[in-house]
């Protein structure tokens, strides 16, 4: 292993195929995943109730199953319509995403004040602006770390990837197909770029993060006139 192996990775076609692969599909399932997560959270954040528990343990069960059992699940539901495995039913596969961004949202909305929505309807806002306006900026932080999750359990999915993926493949089902022939050079550097990419974004996260954080500001208090 050596600086030999990166410029072998990225002379290797099929893997940077996988990368664009796998970026695609994170995308689209992002795409998915925050529409889909955020009405579930304002159907469940209306609902009351034993239909909403119901609901809810409906909702979240993509996060309970096995991948494996999603994967096929998927693979076996959507041949019946005629959509063979792909990129098109991987991401399909991995819209099972939008239950953790409708968690995130769910947390969300329990600091968001109805008053305000209630108010801007009294005073004859349609409901599409007043969401637009008061809600949707309220959910904003959150659907940002919805997107941030959604893409990195899509591009880190194997188990329902491998059972949906038909003949394409994606970063992660290459590297797990090759893996079993053994590790070599080229998965070593691949490993090795994902850990300083990961360690970069978190860095930059954590910068960023002390930056927007407030400063308390010590000001001398001026005396009172007389």
Same mark, same amino acid.
């Given at each position: 292993?050596?600086?030999?192996?990166?410029?072998?990775?990225?002379? &290797?076609?099929?893997? #940077?195929?996988? +990368?664009?692969?796998?970026?695609?599909?994170?995308?689209?399932?992002?795409?998915?995943?925050?529409?889909?997560?955020?009405?579930?959270?304002?159907?469940?954040?209306?609902?009351?109730?034993?239909?909403?528990?119901?609901?809810?343990?409906?909702?979240?069960?993509?996060?309970?199953?096995?991948? $494996? *059992?999603?994967?096929?699940?998927?693979?076996?539901?959507?041949?019946?319509?005629?959509?063979?495995?792909?990129?098109?039913?991987?991401?399909?596969?991995?819209?099972?995403?939008?239950?953790?961004?409708?968690?995130?949202?769910? *947390?969300?909305?329990?600091?968001? &004040?109805?008053?305000? #929505?209630?108010?801007? +309807?009294?005073?004859?806002?349609?409901?599409?602006?007043? #969401?637009?306006?008061?809600?949707?900026?309220?959910?904003?932080?959150?659907? +940002?770390?919805?997107?941030?999750?959604?893409?990195?359990?899509?591009?880190? &999915?194997?188990?329902?990837?491998?059972?949906? $993926? =038909?003949?394409?493949?994606?970063?992660?089902?290459?590297? =797990?197909?090759?893996?079993?022939?053994?590790?070599?050079?080229?998965?070593?550097?691949?490993?090795?770029?994902?850990?300083?990419?990961?360690?970069?974004?978190? =860095? *930059?996260?954590?910068?960023?993060?002390?930056?927007?954080?407030?400063?308390? $500001? &010590?000001?001398?208090?001026?005396?009172?006139?007389?």
């Amino acid at each position: 292993f050596g600086l030999h192996a990166f410029s072998a990775l990225f002379a &290797d076609g099929r893997l #940077m195929t996988g +990368l664009l692969q796998s970026g695609l599909v994170g995308l689209a399932v992002v795409a998915l995943s925050l529409p889909l997560g955020l009405a579930g959270a304002l159907v469940l954040d209306r609902l009351a109730g034993r239909a909403a528990g119901l609901l809810f343990a409906a909702l979240i069960t993509p996060i309970l199953v096995p991948g $494996i *059992v999603v994967g096929l699940s998927t693979l076996i539901l959507w041949r019946e319509f005629g959509v063979p495995g792909g990129l098109l039913l991987t991401v399909l596969a991995q819209t099972s995403a939008a239950a953790y961004a409708m968690m995130l949202f769910l *947390v969300r909305l329990e600091s968001f &004040d109805p008053a305000l #929505m209630e108010a801007a +309807l009294d005073l004859g806002a349609p409901p599409s602006l007043a #969401m637009r306006r008061i809600l949707l900026p309220h959910l904003a932080p959150t659907a +940002l770390a919805a997107a941030a999750v959604a893409f990195l359990l899509s591009v880190g &999915d194997h188990d329902i990837t491998v059972f949906s $993926i =038909g003949s394409d493949w994606t970063l992660l089902t290459e590297v =797990g197909a090759r893996l079993r022939f053994g590790p070599t050079p080229v998965v070593d550097a691949v490993g090795v770029v994902f850990v300083a990419a990961t360690l970069l974004v978190a =860095g *930059v996260w954590v910068a960023l993060h002390r930056r927007a954080r407030p400063r308390a $500001i &010590d000001e001398p208090t001026a005396p009172s006139g007389t």
